[in-house]
């Protein structure tokens, strides 16, 4: 079936860093790749949208300049968080569309903690 | 703005007995939904899916009930077991195509007690 991977699934870094969090399409290509963030006990909230080879649609409320995504290849997108802060601290999950199924296969999650 | 609601953050059912969890949503335009099950630190897994033009959609134990005047849709589980236990994510999206992005509410976490 469809598998998406993401790393790391934990990371620990400190305020001021960036940190990459890395999403792959292993078996498909996704042409469309979702992130979101997830707080404790609370729902997963979509960050933005992400086309290959164009610019990512954010959500309001979403500082582009501080979650930065690329998605250039079918296969690959990131999610950089620059100069961490520890509110940036949270759950971030990815989520690739999948023309073949008209579905989304989603990532393991990666658990930023930023101190 | 909350378009997509699943107002009971935890429910508990006895196992074998049927799991209802309930969904409500308010954007007219969404006419395709989906349940995942999710365990902490782990991605979502896609369990089931409905589309507007149907009321109901089965799958094993799991059904979908959608009614559509109400805004409503529930998942069935029955009989259910201990593996069920995890939180249950009910998802919307406005187009038919995976590349429109799909709305969650704020989960259920259901117990099924031995």
């Known amino acids: 079936g469809a598998v998406v991977s993401q790393h790391p699934s934990r990371v620990i870094c400190k305020s001021g860093t960036s940190v990459k969090i890395e999403c792959r399409s292993l078996?498909?290509?996704?042409?469309?790749m979702f992130w979101y963030r997830q707080f404790p006990k609370q729902s997963l909230m979509l960050m933005a949208t992400?086309?290959?080879?164009?610019?990512?649609?954010?959500e309001q409320g979403v500082e582009k300049d501080k979650f930065l995504i690329n998605h250039a290849s079918l296969t690959l997108s990131t999610l950089t968080v620059t100069s961490a802060h520890p509110e940036d601290s949270s759950f971030y999950i990815c989520?690739?569309?999948?023309?073949?199924?008209?579905?989304?296969?989603f990532g393991s999650g990666t658990r930023l903690t930023v101190v | 703005d909350q378009q997509v609601k699943q107002n009971s953050p935890s429910l508990s059912v006895q196992e074998g007995r049927i799991s209802i969890l309930n969904c409500d949503y308010t954007n007219s335009m969404f006419d395709y939904f989906l349940w995942y099950k999710k365990y902490p630190a782990e991605g979502p897994t896609f369990l089931i899916s409905i589309s507007s033009i149907k009321d109901k959609n089965e799958d094993g134990r799991f059904t979908v009930f959608l009614n559509k005047s109400a805004k409503h849709l529930s998942l069935h589980i029955v009989p259910s077991q201990p593996g069920d236990s995890a939180v249950y994510f009910c998802a919307a999206r406005a187009q038919y195509s995976s590349a429109s992005k799909i709305i969650f509410g704020s989960g259920t976490r259901l117990s099924i007690r031995p």
């Open positions: 992400s086309n290959e080879g164009s610019k990512a649609t954010y």
């Open positions: 989520s690739a569309s999948n023309r073949r199924t008209n579905g989304y296969t």
């Open positions: 078996d498909f290509q996704a042409t469309t």
